[in-house]
């Protein structure tokens, strides 16, 4: 009954490969959130879903890409993966028509680039 | 714009003794105050918001913080600390507007309890 849910925990992985992370929640909500907390642990925001539609795209290269595929998945897929990409990924969730403020974070996935 | 400023990196305390973690913010609108907390290689978990409602708001695990408008502070205390509450705290500010619940997050305190 996990209520955001991310695979890979765990992602290792060589400099220039593709690779995805999936997020997956169990609320109800309608909003879906990407979060980078660097290893310095600042938290940063990256993408924002709304209903499928991207709502919020902070200055991410373009190598990210979000994908929402229905409003309880928000997928984060990386292209040419770079040394600096290795972090902490959390995704996260809010009910943001008749909602509260509440975003409610997944365990996170720890990429290391190699 | 928004944004927040927690005042400690390290914060160190004994059990038992009362703890204090700064939080001072500016936003653009009337804003949404979090506290998360994280422990280590876990995720993130709410400990308390304030969203216009009383200024003083109690959390999990008897930890409360007081928003207090003139100082735009928003400080995270507990009376007296136990070991597991030693972890990394957030402070993170929510504009009000169409900020579409963007969050902003503090730079993180560590905590640590001393027995």
């Known amino acids: 009954d996990t209520a955001v849910s991310q695979t890979p925990k765990y992602l290792v992985t060589q400099m220039g490969n593709d690779k995805s992370i999936k997020c997956e929640q169990n609320?109800?909500?309608?909003?879906m959130y990407w979060y980078k907390q660097d290893s310095k642990k600042f938290l940063k925001i990256m993408f924002s879903?709304?209903?499928?539609?991207?709502?919020i795209n902070e200055t991410v290269p373009n190598r990210f890409s979000p994908k929402s595929p229905d409003k309880a998945h928000l997928n984060l897929h990386i292209n040419s993966l770079e040394l600096g990409d290795s972090a902490v990924y959390f995704c996260?969730?809010?009910?943001?028509?008749?909602?509260?403020?509440?975003?409610?974070f997944g365990p996170g996935t720890r990429l290391t680039v190699l | 714009a928004q944004s927040v400023t927690q005042l400690d990196s390290h914060v160190s305390v004994s059990e038992g003794t009362p703890v204090l973690l700064r939080c001072n913010y500016s936003s653009s609108y009337s804003p949404s105050l979090f506290w998360y907390v994280q422990h280590p290689n876990k995720g993130l978990q709410l400990l308390l918001k304030?969203?216009?409602?009383?200024?003083l708001v109690k959390g999990i695990n008897g930890f409360e913080a007081e928003f207090k408008k003139s100082e735009t502070s928003f400080h995270l205390t507990k009376p007296s600390a136990h070991m597991s509450d030693a972890a990394e705290y957030f402070c993170v500010v929510r504009a009000g507007g169409t900020s579409y619940g963007k969050l902003t997050f503090g730079q993180g305190t560590i905590l640590t309890v001393h027995p």
């Open positions: 609320l109800g909500h309608d909003t």
């Open positions: 996260a969730s809010r009910k943001q028509t008749g909602g509260t403020d509440t975003q409610y």
């Open positions: 304030y969203t216009s409602a009383a200024t």
């Open positions: 879903y709304n209903n499928k539609e991207l709502i």
